[in-house]
């Protein structure tokens, strides 16, 4: 209450087919106007069936795929303050390239509207999306509802001056338009002042509207830590009460009609409650359905209604599981770099990004020459910050293109976590109404030497984050095929580029064909053995293989290739067969991905195995820098044949 006159007026200008809003938990006033049924919108605060979410997300956290486009789509919000600007940012770029690049007129006019409180703008996730929208001239508007407080923060805390607007006042290409949210005269000149700056194409708008908190954050908040006067003032700039009293100088309703609809508001919420009480629980069941994407009985896609090429019934050029190997051997760096250049050229819908990926081509090298034979629009640096990149990336793919956007450094994925589950879950937890595939490209690993920030792997961290795909190749024809089945696939993955293997001569292959692909979850025998199973993916293969070649005995050799999802009855045939295993990967021991392979097979092979299972890792240290450290660090070939020989000992 207080915020609702703004809202409901805003959410009413909203009416291109094309514009995007992103909101927060107080933002039920907004998506009711954009035409989310009131009756979803009680089912959900009931968590019960049929609602937006069917009872998977919290009632307050809304999404609206509005799918017949008869006015603004709601990206489904998430509960983390900040998370909703700059997926915005991404939706705003996307009308821009829609419109530019696809030549698609329709998307011309659109505009995206990030909504949030005061205390808001203190989070990573809003600076990072107003560096984004403002250097790029984007078609976003931040719409700002200050109420003066973060549940129990005033503002002087947030920022100083206790002003947050007032100290952007110099910020370039940054309209600000600011004033009350409360006046039924005033605010809605304010709202479409702002609505229309954007609209016309003139840049990003930061809209403050000043409104009264008029009940606590939750229903135990009592706002006891705010001052009495400050209360009274709050409750005498109650919106509804000024609009009533405008309406009615004005000639336009008298007091019994405004009382009439009251009543038929009050009726109206009664009578969707009791229909929504009566509603049945969501089926428990059902629990586990669109963390992926999944198909009928019939094998037909169950779509999601927004996100992605699928949803939209991209046609993919042929694909093969065969290799047709051609030229010479070539290093992983390369064979990524041709994988990006011909998915750029044969779908117009593919934007690679990241910083230093535009120009330079790419720290490590892997886009050289792509932002020159495909565009700035396509291939483009950006700002420093993990967070606006993946959330500028989610954007783009609801809004129906494909995002490959590129972490530098697997450690510095640790800013965008908050994004990367948001667009894991999101299908899930919209109840396939939503989905954002996407492939986030991340370097990682050691290499000549190592360091703990350049060097991180915990891959297992992703294998963790619900609704992602990981691969992990280990030569240039996987990293062809795998690469290429993430961009045509409709889920979100995580590539992982492994910076030994990047130029690696036993990663060197022929490039298999622009056709090739590894449908994931598809491991790889590499020698055929029958006295122990040896269990590995990316820069361990090599290794493995080295090891395994000096011990006297057949020593099954497999990799994983991706470890999300992982190939577990291959493993299994395997270990029934030898009765025996090492697993080795360079994450570190405790808790690493190896742990979730061992505790599979001790419970569907037990009575195979003639031996422990055992591991081979990091220890529970970063990557050393210092050459001999590191060594001593990571699993090497004679670690590996050492711990062969105890296991076959046995």
Request: with cysteine.
């Amino acid at each position: 209450r207080g915020h609702d006159l703004a809202q409901i007026i805003l959410g009413s200008l909203l009416n291109h087919p094309n514009d995007a809003a992103s909101g927060y938990y107080r933002s039920r006033p907004f998506v009711l106007s954009l035409g989310l049924d009131i009756k979803d919108a009680i089912a959900a605060s009931l968590a019960k069936s049929g609602s937006y979410s069917s009872g998977r997300d919290g009632g307050v956290v809304c999404n609206y795929p509005n799918s017949k486009k008869t006015g603004a789509i709601l990206l489904p919000m998430s509960g983390g303050v900040g998370s909703q600007y700059s997926q915005i940012s991404g939706w705003a770029q996307s009308i821009i390239y829609h419109r530019d690049q696809l030549n698609d007129k329709a998307y011309q006019g659109a505009i995206g509207v990030s909504m949030g409180g005061d205390s808001s703008m203190s989070s990573s996730g809003f600076w990072a999306a107003l560096n984004i929208s403002t250097t790029n001239n984007l078609p976003h508007l931040f719409s700002i509802e200050d109420n003066g407080y973060g549940i129990s923060v005033p503002q002087s805390v947030q920022t100083p001056g206790g002003d947050q607007v007032a100290n952007l006042a110099a910020y370039k290409n940054l309209k600000i338009i600011d004033g009350d949210g409360t006046d039924p005269i005033t605010t809605p000149l304010l709202i479409k002042q702002a609505v229309d700056y954007v609209r016309s194409g003139k840049g990003t708008c930061l809209m403050r509207l000043k409104v009264p908190r008029l009940c606590g954050h939750t229903f135990q908040d009592t706002q006891q830590y705010k001052p009495r006067e400050l209360l009274d003032k709050e409750k005498a700039s109650d919106p509804l009460p000024k609009l009533q009293e405008h309406l009615q100088q004005s000639g336009i309703i008298d007091a019994k009609e405004w009382q009439s609809l009251q009543q038929q508001a009050f009726d109206t919420v009664s009578k969707t409650v009791e229909a929504a009480l009566i509603l049945p629980d969501a089926d428990p069941e059902s629990i586990t359905r669109y963390v992926y994407a999944e198909k009928d009985e019939q094998g037909n896609p169950e779509l999601q209604l927004r996100g992605g090429l699928h949803a939209n019934r991209h046609q993919f050029p042929a694909s093969s599981e065969i290799a047709k190997p051609e030229g010479p051997r070539m290093n992983m760096l390369t064979a990524i770099r041709h994988v990006l250049d011909h998915e750029l050229a044969t779908n117009p819908k593919v934007l690679v990004f990241g910083e230093d990926v535009g120009p330079k081509g790419g720290v490590h090298a892997a886009t050289l020459g792509l932002n020159q034979k495909h565009g700035d629009r396509r291939v483009f640096d950006t700002s420093l910050s993990e967070e606006g990149i993946i959330g500028r990336a989610m954007g783009m793919a609801i809004s129906g293109l494909l995002p490959v956007p590129e972490i530098q450094f697997r450690k510095y994925a640790e800013p965008a976590s908050e994004p990367i589950t948001d667009t894991g879950i999101m299908r899930w937890r919209t109840n396939n109404q939503f989905a954002a595939p996407m492939v986030i490209r991340m370097p990682g690993g050691f290499a000549g030497r190592g360091d703990p920030w350049h060097s991180m792997s915990d891959e297992v961290e992703w294998a963790h984050k619900t609704g992602w795909q990981v691969a992990m190749p280990s030569n240039a024809e996987d990293a062809v095929g795998l690469l290429r089945y993430a961009l045509r696939d409709n889920n979100p993955t995580i590539f992982f580029e492994h910076r030994y293997l990047l130029d690696a001569a036993s990663a060197r292959r022929p490039y298999p064909g622009d056709n090739y692909v590894i449908p994931f979850g598809k491991a790889n025998i590499i020698t055929q053995g029958d006295e122990l199973s040896l269990v590995c993916w990316g820069a361990m293969v090599e290794r493995c293989i080295a090891a395994a070649k000096n011990i006297e005995g057949a020593i099954e050799v497999i990799d994983l290739r991706t470890i999300q999802p992982w190939d577990k009855e291959t493993i299994l045939a395997s270990v029934k067969k030898t009765g025996r295993c090492l697993i080795v990967h360079e994450d570190n021991l405790t808790a690493g991905f190896g742990a979730e392979i061992a505790a599979v097979l001790a419970k569907e092979a037990f009575f195979d195995l003639d031996a422990p299972i055992d591991r081979l890792a990091m220890p529970d240290i970063p990557v050393p820098h210092n050459l001999q450290l590191m060594n001593a660090a990571i699993p090497t070939s004679k670690k590996i044949e050492s711990a062969i020989s105890n296991i076959l000992a046995i």
